[in-house]
């Protein structure tokens, strides 16, 4: 399911002097895109380029685990935002503004995918707008975003029904049309309040995953009783056609407000069936509970939602300050407990999202980042400026501004 | 009860070209100290300074309205958290860190407030410890401060028992030394439930005020009913003693909590009495209500509360950065409202502290920030670099750094 980057064969690199977030100070050699070696006092080979660390922290390539790159203003003059309070008035709102703004999803995704790479991100799974008035013309545009970016980002489309699947007939066929032009994930949207049949949205949404043989990502903003009613539904369509790992639920607000009896319940089955939970972390919502999913062994990872579109003025390409804002939304203080909420933004992402050759070990994808910070909590909260940022081997930022190659 | 910068004679500055948070594009003249005139096209004296604002957008000098200076490690070693979850852990742990890591509050106040300033805040409300163990001093340390950074910093200082006030003998003679000494504002702690007397303590606590003439600032974490009881307990003394317009109420999660009718009950009662609250307007947390306050006529403001101390490791000297949280937190998504976040940190916590002379008009003192960005809230999200500071009529800061004299 993911689309890895190509291995344009790069040269070799010695990175010297880093930290590891256990303290320990380690090298890390880079041959053809990978890390061939993280150890104390690597050797020199000759004609291999040398990068001095001078103590920097380490981390590895940082995970977006949700965004929209095709409804961004980023970069643009601002968006005046005058919405409306409902769901729905944010999705009309949204369509009326496509419409006569000349918005490019093109030029726009390629402006924010290239600020999340420098700002750390090299793997990124973003849900683009499917539907009737827009056809695929945000897909293309992403699209040509990942062909560009190919050897450095690490991308993956969602194909995403923005404005509802069953209400706009014509939406599955459009589907259908993403999923065979290049989306690597199917998307769907909240089965029972916006498409107002969840048995008949779910059995959509799962017919043609089941055909393009795609996993599934589902925006589930529906809250306590109805949201837990159809994610019932959603893990019996797991069970019954054998998606297990297969399937992600978007933000899932109804498990942060059950009573912990029924909520439990459901964490059981979602581990069970290891469907996993995306939460951007959001201060005025409920959310899912972190320590309860690790205890039930429920993966739950992190992403940003949109970026300075029409539908929020928040979010950033730095997924430094999203791990912040997580650990900030959980009341995380402790250093350790600052560790779960990066790992939401890397590691934990990178396995829901099914990204493989991932991680600081020999083997994985050359994907790093070196920051000046005493602590990976320290990096958390100060989120310095990226000193390097290494995409499959290649040097894409340095002091957090791009070599001239990739503006 | 505010504290003025004194007023050292500065030399006249005009700054051309700059917009309103309306749009509107204005001159601003500036002379000893106080804003001249704000308007189109102002006439260029001989002997002025001139300052090309080159289009920035122009603020008034932010209000931090509750830190805590004299705890930070800002500038220093990381210090790793790993302290247990519960109130009074955070308090013991503290103690004990205080006296085992030669801590000093001096220093670390300094550092902390220059950068506030470095980033535009010119007003400050900072609380500061006293205790039977440290006596007063951190207040000397913090009364340095103030003095080092008089001309430029208007700082207020309350008197903060953190330990508690009834439980430790000689507490409240500390807090008689340290309004003598030259703390502003007498501070507390959760009189039920740190004290475990709630007549008791606030009335010490009122006893002590009255005696000083001085205004209170509490610090209130009780939750639920029980916050509600001791909030109610406040009131009645504030309206006994005629102190309406001389009370801050910090945190208040327990009008986060309350049903409907109770709390609105309360929020009559503070507009009555003109109590403000304070809000960090934390995540995780229970907060009081942001829009119903201001239809009942209840002031309410932000603030940091601790920057990177061994309560917590958040916190940022950039308050366009509070004003983006405290957004977020109150699910503020359109530009009308992210201004009433911005409210929080300059107009309403200068109202609310007393802070006199604020604001952007003539007469006023010469307290300005510019920054680049096309709006008030594509400043709040963007945070973007300080391009101008003014304080008291002088540059404290630009680009982001500070003019040699402040280092």
Not at 184 to 209: K, M, Q, R, Y
Not at 312 to 328: C, H, K, N, Q, V
């Amino acid at each position: 399911m993911t689309t890895t980057a190509q291995h344009r064969p790069t040269s070799a690199l010695l990175i010297t002097d880093v930290r590891l977030r256990d303290g320990s100070q380690v090298d890390v050699s880079i041959a053809d895109g990978r890390i061939a070696a993280i150890g104390a006092g690597l050797p020199r080979e000759p004609g291999v380029t040398l990068e001095d660390g001078a103590g920097a922290l380490l981390l590895p390539g940082f995970v977006e685990g949700h965004t929209h790159l095709d409804k961004t203003n980023w970069g643009m003059r601002w968006y005046r935002n005058e919405v409306g309070p409902k769901l729905t008035d944010r999705i009309e709102n949204e369509r009326r503004w496509r419409a006569g703004s000349g918005h490019d999803a093109g030029a726009q995704s390629l402006a924010l995918a290239r600020a999340f790479l420098q700002a750390g991100t090299t793997r990124l799974r973003t849900h683009v707008d499917i539907d009737t008035d827009a056809g695929l013309r945000h897909l293309e545009g992403v699209l040509a975003t990942r062909d560009t970016l190919r050897d450095v980002l690490d991308m993956q489309i969602v194909a995403f029904p923005q404005s509802g699947l069953l209400g706009r007939a014509g939406t599955d066929a459009l589907l259908d049309c993403a999923l065979s032009a290049g989306a690597d994930v199917l998307g769907a949207l909240d089965p029972a309040l916006i498409d107002g049949d969840p048995v008949a949205s779910l059995d959509v949404t799962f017919g043609l995953a089941e055909r393009h043989h795609k996993p599934i990502d589902i925006h589930l903003h529906e809250p306590g009783e109805i949201g837990a009613f159809t994610l019932g539904l959603l893990l019996d369509r797991v069970a019954a056609l054998g998606m297990q790992g297969q399937v992600v639920v978007s933000h899932a607000f109804c498990l942060g407000a059950l009573p912990e009896r029924e909520r439990d319940a459901l964490l059981e089955r979602l581990a069970d069936l290891r469907v996993a939970l995306l939460t951007t972390a959001p201060s005025s919502t409920l959310v899912p509970p972190l320590k309860t999913c690790l205890e039930k062994g429920v993966t739950l990872f992190g992403g940003n939602d949109g970026i300075r579109d029409t539908w929020t003025p928040y979010g950033s390409p730095d997924m430094l300050e999203r791990a912040m804002l997580i650990a900030m939304r959980y009341g995380l203080r402790r250093d350790d407990d600052l560790a779960l909420a990066f790992d939401c933004v890397s590691s934990t992402a990178a396995r829901a999202c099914g990204f493989t050759d991932y991680g600081l070990h020999a083997g994985a994808r050359a994907d790093l980042v070196l920051v000046d910070a005493d602590t990976l909590a320290h990096a958390l909260v100060a989120r310095p400026p990226r000193k390097l940022v290494v995409a499959n081997g290649q040097t894409v930022a340095r002091h957090g501004a791009a070599p001239e190659s990739l503006n």
